[in-house]
């Protein structure tokens, strides 16, 4: 769930709860992903990403609205259970034939504050559509 697709050239990063922000960065369609260090501390100016939650979602902005909309009803289904929710992230990439990422706060600031950040562009990677077949193997590793 680390790899994030964009057909836009925008970005939209952030926690759901919030509100993500929007960040119009040129990317060439593909698929990416998020490394350590992505999130650093704003500065004034900067376009901020609020975390109220230690986790953060990174979706093509085209269809930041529909992941917004998403989270806040499987939230209320799930009382906000953040590994429910995760768990049902395949049914928003089927509905809107988009890959969405998701990660931890620690794992890309390396610590967890819940506060103010700004995005550090050059820890944007470049990757690889992720195989069907590797999803399909840890579907049917839960059905054992």
Do not use: H
Not at 11 to 27: F, I, K, N, Q, Y
Not at 77 to 103: A, K, M, N, T
Not at 104 to 117: I, K, M, N, V
């Amino acid at each position: 769930m680390e790899v994030f697709e964009i057909k836009s050239g925008s970005l939209a990063v952030g926690d759901p709860t919030v509100g993500l922000v929007e960040l119009d960065l040129g990317l060439e369609p593909g698929f990416y992903r998020l490394a350590a260090g992505a999130l650093i501390p704003a500065v004034v100016g900067d376009s901020l990403i609020d975390l109220t939650n230690p986790y953060l979602f990174a979706v093509d902005a085209s269809v930041q609205e529909e992941v917004e909309d998403w989270f806040e009803e499987v939230g209320e289904e799930c009382s906000y259970q953040i590994r429910q929710i995760i768990d049902r992230l395949p049914e928003l990439e089927e509905e809107l034939g988009i890959r969405v990422s998701f990660y931890w706060e620690t794992d890309l600031a390396g610590l967890a504050r819940e506060g103010q950040y700004r995005l550090n562009e050059n820890a944007i990677e470049e990757t690889e559509e992720p195989a069907p077949e590797e999803e399909d193997e840890e579907d049917g590793d839960d059905e054992e």
